[in-house]
């Protein structure tokens, strides 16, 4: 009775040394894996410590790249012809994405398909080159009030035209007008923002009409402020130089417009306090799972060894028992 009794004492502790073997190996792969993701979190810190954004500057203050800076803000050209906002001071630097075609706004679009027709653009939003013969015509319905055969002239360089508005007089006492009219010629000043706008908008359309366009991004852009930023420093859009037939000027990467001054790379103080937090909350979660693994790991050890003891002793009683019964048997 008593050396079936320790048999299956043995076997339960057999069974059990097995389940403590089989849990610190799997904590021991456990605490490796931890060990790769330290190692990758540490990796991925100091990427983000190097990372950069685009910036501008501006009102005394750098400010990230946005759309509206690189290529102004759709029909409201108030912006180029009155100063009213910031852009940029290069006129031939565009924004294009990775496959070389022109970001255009859903306002660019329009005034394109509005001369072009819809059937320019596909389905995904992106449209096809165009006669830069149509870009005067473009930047009248682009630009209310203003007419193509102006831009035309802008364009070509050749004569403008004269230009003047008639102002009523008015009555400093009375404030009614009395009937005088005087003719004021504001050429210089139309022709001035004629120019203006053509300076600014025609490498944007030259460029749209030479390698085509896109408005696939225009959505992304709208919900994430530093969407152009990103995707400028990651290689999904790029900036580039527009010579006068429209085409690309070569050798143009990011850094030369850092080294021009037209943009600058940042890492912001704050970001970098951002990711510094980050990193150490990461490295606290991944330390209490060692901790804990280490603990499981050494109460198993610690079980490990009693039952090992207890196998012996009870292995030991075995031994007797069996050596007892053969040394009856041999009297």
């Excluded at 460029?207 to 999904?236: F, K, P, R």
């Amino acid at each position: 009775m008593g050396l079936a009794c320790s048999q299956i004492r043995l076997l339960t502790l057999t069974a059990r040394k097995a389940d403590c073997e089989y849990g610190i190996s799997i904590n021991s792969m456990r605490k490796m894996a931890l060990t790769r993701e330290s190692s990758q979190l540490s990796q991925e810190y100091y990427s983000r410590l190097q990372s950069k954004d685009i910036s501008y500057y501006a009102n005394g203050q750098y400010n990230k790249i946005n759309y509206n800076y690189l290529m102004g803000y759709g029909n409201r050209f108030t912006a180029i012809t009155e100063g009213s906002q910031p852009l940029k001071s290069e006129n031939s630097m565009i924004l294009t994405d990775y496959k070389g075609q022109v970001v255009l706004s859903d306002a660019y679009a329009k005034a394109i398909t509005d001369v072009l027709g819809t059937s320019i653009m596909d389905g995904k939003g992106r449209g096809g080159t165009f006669s830069a013969d149509k870009i005067a015509e473009i930047l009248a319905a682009l630009c209310p009030g203003f007419e193509a055969e102006k831009f035309q002239a802008v364009i070509d360089n050749s004569e403008f035209g004269s230009s003047s508005y008639s102002s009523h007089g008015e009555s400093t006492m009375t404030g009614e007008a009395t009937g005088s009219t005087t003719t004021t010629d504001n050429t210089d000043k139309v022709e001035e923002d004629y120019q203006s706008l053509v300076d600014f908008y025609y490498p944007i359309f030259a460029s749209a009409a030479v390698n085509g366009w896109t408005t696939e991004y225009n959505q992304d852009m709208a919900a994430n402020e530093d969407y152009v930023s990103d995707a400028i420093v990651s290689g999904s859009f790029q900036l580039e130089t527009v010579n006068a037939a429209g085409e690309y000027d070569e050798g143009t990467s990011l850094t030369y417009y850092v080294t021009a001054g037209l943009v600058t790379e940042n890492t912001s103080s704050d970001a970098r306090e951002e990711v510094t937090a980050w990193y150490n909350a990461e490295k606290e979660r991944i330390s209490e799972k060692e901790d804990y693994l280490d603990i499981e790991m050494n109460d198993l050890s610690t079980e490990l060894e009693s039952i090992n003891t207890e196998i012996q002793s009870i292995q030991s009683l075995i031994d007797d028992a069996i050596s007892s019964v053969f040394d009856w048997g041999s009297s």
